[in-house]
């Protein structure tokens, strides 16, 4: 892990009450998945090459129309204003020159984040059992300004959390708030708010139709998938196996990775989460074929310990970090990277 | 570990004296099968699908004519009655929805636990020295109610056992009860009833005409074992390496159970038992080919700590775990998973 | 390992001086292929076949014309007299039943340990800088009724072994004897009985007709070489890396036994050694293409722990640990064990 | 590693200050690749063969023109009179029958080295932003007799090198001492001698046109890479990762050296650097396709400890060990190594 991240990190748990760094830092059941996300991308040694001007590293990216400092994003995370009092609009101000996916659960409301935002910011969502509630936000999302939406196909039910022998959750006073501006009169909040199980790959049409963002679609782990949602009209793909919060066991991101890109990258921009902690993890995970890279925990390590300003410090040090090792491998940008500068084990 | 199974596990240890504790968690020699087969089954990751409709889960499965509720039963293992005192009973009274195998070295009669029984049993044998032996208790098996018969047949010798230094074994004074009704007059009770070390696959036919009973055959891990076996007449297989306690270093169940599946699990259902712990244990042998798993070991710990309440607590637990992965993956029954799901490393 | 053998390696460091168990248990190098060793017979897992006839389990073996009760012998290692005062005497009376390769560092006359022997022996030999030397002890072990003569082929040059920070080595009044004996009038001892590094495979024939014995090759770890050595003459190969003790970081023998047993052992016998501590060893050595198998230092921990007794006591122990597993697996002799018996991993 | 190599690392620590053995002994990123160097060539197991004739052992080695001992190199390290007030001439006079490298960090001058020079030596450089200051050291080095340059590929960036939490580099009075005569008037000295990221493999071309001299590139990991070098020019190619110190999760030389040696090694000599400590390691080197091996820090620990004799002292030991070994694997010489003598695993 790059030293900037791990001072997060170790500062963050100072920050926040153990409940909810337990919340934030764990995983679903044995934590196998979790456990195995960072790990993973250092299966990949890389294979550099020599002598090539690096003299000019350009590391800008412009993905679905957003214009991004570095391939990097913030993954959609929720609850901000539990690790820090200025919640979303504190990261969407320090995430400059990266890609914001505002989440389901933000505690704040897309047009406040909007206006807070250094850059371009997209909406991650989930088809709710009240379809006119994931309505609702989406367009109001739309309208605030989003580049695009981000529909998480993981979560039909909420992963088992547990920390220490007991279940881990969170409630706060803005949970859903983007969504509940939406509740049908006479619904029940606690069922219509809650992610539709029959939900299927129908909403990304249904999405795009109703807003005309693109839609992305978040959780793909399997090249067959992939196709499927490009098939079904997603405008990208983000590989992620939810941070290890869905279902344990799940395979690493820093694995399948190539296999995804290799089905749908050459149509759809492929992006992808999960235990990326340094440049080098961007690195391969761009020289696997990914497009851009969401950044989730420790974006709300240093939300937590330190506002915009560390949110800002996160991605300053990612960027940095990539530029360097862009120049180490010979690649004057992501372009010059490819398959062959990674090989497993 | 599922944590409710781990409990029970736990438990264990203050409900038996060790020397039973170490009869039933003790494998045979270096106890290297023993110690590979849970975490066999964690060399599969899984690859679960997004955006299914999985509104409605079921689990219900028939194997063989049995109906369960979920694609679970009860290994066959010896002695209940030191582990609790209401024996197979309570484990027959527990399994609700589930099936029960009862052993060969079960320590009540085949009548009794079928009037206990909340659902379908089957019952495991061996071919004895003295052949009336195992033909008695399969005619009574049969008279009783059960559904099937489970040859055993990898333990032509009882695999040798030792923990802290001394050997282990157990006896009780209902040792083979099911089989020492039908002691031929002037046979020696200690030989009749031992394992017949010539037995073949000819069994197989003989008690199939004997009770008119589909005979299924436990303790397969190889392939061109498992045609033999259907070719002589098995309507099933069990791949087992018996809970570790016979042949140190065979195969994990986890490991061998796609080829046996592959190899006849299109003619004959296939069963698997062998450090199955969560369900993503089960999920995954069904992804590999099973039709039903069975529970050896933490129906024990169940049973000893809490009698047929314990036994109910482990089905439960696995089928309430079984339907939330299930879920996780993308499928809304067992018939949707596939060898896709799951791949090794 | 076995627990009997297990007990003799404990005992045998309270039965020898520091020194001498150093030199004993101690390998070349970092001791990476001594390490390795025995790890690599559990690389192998077994494959059973269920419901075979093993009423009766038939070990015996015939090797180049020794009848032996199991596939089983004592591996060359020299300077009996050290573990034991009865030296080589007690190992030749102990090894009933199996093969006794008696060492160029034996510490006692061919004649004696012939007139001790309960069964066939065979004398290992080097080529010695002196030709004259070697010759001599060939004839005098042919003379003496050895059946075969054993070329070890690996040791041009004497492997460097230290532990605990210093150099291990043994000389004892024993040393060489049976080849001393042969010196040339005037010939410098330690020069003229020295490994000759220019010994090539044309010694094979040299020693066929020198003493009309059959000669094998011990120290074989490449199908290539066993080819050659065939070509040259050789009645038999000995797969062995000199027990971790010549050249470090060498194969395991366990890893490489198939590859030879493929290439030559339709054409002669195949023999092993190397780690092998249980009758799990012998039979994963069998079903990988060996005939039959040596045993080093557990045959040197038993001497110096019980003299003779604890020599038969070696290979009681593993011989019934053979037929066991042997009927575990469902073979009723070697003869019914094969290379699908094993996998890797 | 080589035991007495292993006391230089340990009398090294007190031969220095910390900070310059964290500068010597450490690497960049989270040193995964410096960690992985050593273990990497344990990665190889070797399959030696019997009884050829190595009664003479023949080392000897010609690599562009330099006659070497042994195949072995100091490979090109910076600051040697940090570690020894005689710097690189005790270097280069304990080198004596081996390669000397000399870095362009050397710290004396190329003729006052050249005059101490027991044997060939050769000039490491980097194309520096000033092409006047790279010209100019070049052909002062070919000029003081130089046999090759060596130029540094994999150092567009210096690498970033912390130990113990902070940051890790050195200065010293001598600080690119044969580059900065050269500076042209005016030329800001920092600027001027720092490597140039914009240098290309023409570089190669210019630098023997400009001296006459064979050009080596230093720091190929890729086959395609030694492909390019060659075509452009270089006399011969040196697999290394830079010790470690450049592009942190490069691979493992031990690795990737059969590839590159693969692709050019009949065209032109293949040298390799990292993490080679004992004859075993240099055996497999050969034998993977290198012509010769460079040593880089156990050079320095034993500069540091007993000036030129320990330098000598280094090669002394790995080439009796490399003798050794060489016998052990039944080769006479070098060129009796092929790739058949190791196999992965």
């Known amino acids: 892990m790059l030293a900037q991240l791990r001072e997060y990190a ?4 100072d920050a926040v009450p153990a409940e909810i760094a337990d919340y934030i830092d764990g995983g679903s059941g044995a934590e196998a998945t979790l456990g195995a996300a960072s790990a993973a991308w250092l299966q990949w040694t890389l294979l550099p090459r020599v002598l090539r001007d690096v003299s000019t590293i350009d590391t800008r990216t412009t993905v679905l129309g957003a214009d991004l400092a570095a391939p990097l994003g913030v993954a959609p995370t929720g609850f901000h204003t539990l690790a820090h009092p200025d919640g979303e609009l504190a990261t969407a101000a320090g995430a400059a ?3 914001f996916v505002v989440s389901a659960r933000a505690t704040q409301r897309y047009a406040d984040i909007a206006a807070a935002a250094a850059g371009p910011w997209w909406a991650q969502l989930y088809v709710m059992r009240e ?3 994931t309505a609702g936000a989406a367009q109001q999302a739309a309208a605030a300004g989003a580049g695009a939406l981000v529909l998480t196909g993981d979560t039909p039910y ?3 959390k547990a920390r220490q022998g007991r279940p881990v959750s969170l ?3 803005g949970t859903l708030l983007n969504f509940r501006d939406h509740l049908p009169a006479g619904a029940d909040p606690a069922v219509a708010t809650e992610q539709d199980p029959a939900a299927t790959l129908d909403a990304v049409r249904w999405l795009t139709d109703l807003t005309g963002l693109p839609v992305l ?3 793909v782990l399997r090249a067959d998938d992939a196709r499927a949602c490009v098939a079904a009209g997603a405008a990208g793909i983000v590989v992620s196996n939810h941070g290890g919060r869905q279902l344990d066991r ?3 991101t820093a694995t399948v990775l190539p296999e995804v890109a290799a089905a749908v990258g050459e149509q759809v921009p492929v992006l992808v989460d999960g235990g990326i902690r340094s440049g080098l993890d961007v690195l391969t995970a761009l020289a696997l074929g990914a497009t851009a890279v969401l950044i989730g925990r420790p974006v709300l390590w240093a939300l937590a310990t330190d506002g915009a300003a560390g949110v800002a410090g996160v991605f300053a040090a990612l960027s940095d ?3 360097h090792v862009l120049g180490l491998v010979g690649a004057a940008s992501p372009a010059d990277l490819d398959r062959s500068m990674v090989r497993r084990g």
């Open 321 to 323: 970090d990539l530029r």
């Open 97 to 99: 020159g990266a890609l």
């Open 250 to 252: 799940a395979a690493a």
């Open 217 to 219: 679609v978040k959780g």
């Open 10 to 13: 170790e500062a963050f748990h």
């Open 158 to 160: 909420v992963g088992r």
């Open 131 to 133: 379809r006119a509630v």
């Open 171 to 173: 409630a706060s006073d």
